[in-house]
């Protein structure tokens, strides 16, 4: 059996990329994600690893772009408007096809905003984010231990689909620490003969690019893209249902908020309401299958955000009108307590509007 060690989440996903087989990593230091830059410029030099600390997020992401392209592993992180930043060279790793992994803990904001924990960046994570029809795999855990099991994930991820992963995480996860424990990835390396690595073994060189000035051939790509999306959606949705097989009421979060729903589900239960709970593990693609099936059980659903309603867009489209939707969120770096989400869940069984 593994051995346990207390660790806070930030550092946690940095051993975890490790254990990946991640062995270059690039970044900008940036409120509060700062420790697993700080992690990572220990460990890498330790394991024959590539560490550097770049001028800015534009300048790190576009070194993420070169390593890719070369068939590393490799990884960044940032906090959200570090991740803003970083947009156009993730379309571009996106257009490429090139895996990677992209951590985001989010701050509040907009603009500078705050260093507290939000939720308000998931827009940015599950439509795109930057300029064109592109996707990331959006993963987002709701504990130190899970901030682990999906970093390994995002890297198989991304190397299956040679698209970015980006693992979305908010300031309360990443400075919290949990007992956690590391077990080898699994996985075997899967071949990149696509990779610029020279043309050692091979006549013909790879070109790796997101240029395509023929309409044509563009659209040819982006019909591509949408086929290898659709992929995923087959293959990679994951969620976690909760005491869904009688709920009148099911809620709906993820990341911490999961964490706070979660009690006040259980609350709610030891008074006799039926509540259950749909926590999306993958934000993209997004539980709406799920979703759907569970609109035909329940009665109402309270979606529960660190933000003034963003995945609520998510919810409602999957429940396509068929039972009503709350919203019940708070932002800016705020967050609900158990006592706030429970008495929300006590006026929707009353009949009262959440708010």
Not at 14 to 23: L, N, P, Q, Y
Not at 148 to 169: E, S
Not at 327 to 355: C, D, H, L, W
């Amino acid at each position: 059996m593994a051995e346990k060690i207390l660790m806070k989440g930030n550092e946690a996903i940095g051993e975890a990329a490790i254990v990946a087989g991640c062995r270059h990593y690039f970044g900008y230091p940036i409120t509060p994600q700062t420790e697993l830059t700080e992690y990572m410029s220990k460990r890498m030099p330790q394991i024959n690893g590539v560490f550097l600390q770049a001028e800015s997020e534009v300048a790190a992401i576009n070194m993420v772009y070169g390593a890719a392209g070369a068939g590393a592993r490799v990884m960044t992180s940032s906090s959200s408007p570090g991740i803003s930043l970083k947009m156009e060279g993730i379309s571009y790793i996106a257009g490429a096809e090139l895996p990677c992994v992209i951590v985001n803990i989010m701050r509040g904001g907009p603009g500078l905003g705050g260093i507290q924990p939000a939720q308000s960046d998931y827009f940015q994570a599950t439509k795109g984010g930057g300029h064109g029809d592109y996707r990331n795999i959006v993963l987002a855990p709701n504990s130190v231990q899970e901030m682990v099991d999906t970093t390994i994930l995002a890297f198989d991820l991304a190397d299956i689909y040679r698209n970015p992963v980006m693992l979305l995480g908010d300031g309360a996860l990443g400075q919290m620490m949990e007992p956690v424990e590391f077990s080898p990835s699994d996985a075997k390396p899967i071949p990149k003969p696509w990779a610029a690595t020279g043309l050692r073994g091979r006549s013909e060189p790879n070109i790796v690019n997101s240029l395509h000035l023929q309409p044509e051939k563009l659209e040819l790509h982006n019909i591509h893209l949408q086929q290898k999306y659709a992929e995923i959606t087959a293959n990679e949705v994951r969620y976690e249902e909760l005491y869904t097989e009688d709920a009148e009421l099911v809620l709906i979060a993820y990341g911490i908020t999961s964490r706070i729903a979660r009690s006040s589900m259980e609350k709610a239960r030891s008074e006799g309401m039926k509540v259950g709970m749909l926590r999306p593990i993958t934000l993209w693609p997004f539980p709406e299958k799920p979703l759907a099936a569970l609109a035909g059980k329940a009665a109402a659903f309270l979606t529960l955000e660190l933000s003034t309603g963003q995945m609520i867009e998510d919810v409602r489209l999957a429940v396509n009108g068929a039972k009503p939707v709350h919203f019940y969120g708070r932002s800016g770096g705020m967050i609900p307590s158990t006592k706030a989400v429970y008495e929300q869940i006590v006026n929707i069984f009353k009949g009262k509007e959440a708010r």
